[in-house]
């Protein structure tokens, strides 16, 4: 029962250099999500999917980019890495369905740094 | 747009103490309402949520919340506390149908177990 899977666990970035966090999910759930943890914020959704080819933003997608080509995987890109990115990133995968809405399974989370 | 607000940013309790921690949302009608408990350098686990019917939710680990509408309130609380339980704790709401908006999640509250 693998759940949520996030790679890496820990990553150190430079300014500038670009990286990709991989997320995958075994429960064959449509909604897919990234977070990102940051003292005192709480948790904050960067992009999100509904569903295989269909991504959209959430409350702060800037620096970031999504693409959701099977049910399984939903990478988050950095396409240039910057110091304000340093923090903990989380993907999220729930069903759709109305019996179990929005019920989220949490990856063990990405620790990043970019110096 | 929901909000939710954590009110306490750190508690501290006695081991065997009871424990309530508070949430409170805005949000125009009734929304799903959710619980996680995040351990030091762990992910997010789902302890409770509310969805509808009976407003008092029993979770995992012992623990209860209790969803107030005229409080717009989703306390939770467990009799008494062990050192485990010691970990930061997420208090989240969820639109009803409205899933791909994701969860907006409170800036959390950490919880201290004295011995």
């Known amino acids: 029962n693998a759940g949520v899977t996030q790679t890496p666990k820990f990553q150190v970035l430079k300014t500038g250099q670009s990286m990709t966090l991989q997320c995958a999910q075994d429960?064959?759930?449509?909604?897919m999500s990234w977070y990102r943890q940051d003292p005192g914020m709480g948790l904050r959704l960067i992009h999100y999917s509904v569903g295989a080819g269909i991504t959209d933003q959430g409350e702060v997608p800037n620096g970031y980019n999504v693409s959701r080509s099977t049910t399984e995987d939903f990478p988050l890109r950095l396409l240039s890495a910057a110091p304000s990115q340093t923090s903990v990133y989380f993907c999220a995968s729930s069903s759709m369905t109305l019996s179990a809405p929005l019920n989220a399974f949490f990856g063990q989370g990405t620790r990043l740094t970019v110096v | 747009a929901q909000s939710v607000t954590q009110p306490d940013i750190h508690i501290t309790v006695s081991e065997g103490a009871s424990l309530e921690l508070r949430c409170n949302y805005s949000y125009g009608a009734t929304p799903y309402l959710f619980w996680y408990v995040q351990s030091p350098g762990q992910g997010l686990q789902l302890l409770l949520k509310?969805?509808?019917?009976?407003?008092l939710v029993q979770g995992i680990k012992g623990f209860e919340a209790e969803f107030k509408r005229s409080q717009s309130s989703f306390n939770l609380r467990k009799p008494s506390v062990h050192w485990s339980d010691a970990a930061e704790y997420f208090c989240a709401v969820g639109i009803p149908g409205g899933g791909a908006d994701g969860l907006t999640f409170g800036k959390g509250t950490h919880l201290i177990i004295q011995p």
């Open positions: 429960m064959n759930h449509e909604y």
């Open positions: 509310y969805f509808s019917g009976d407003t």
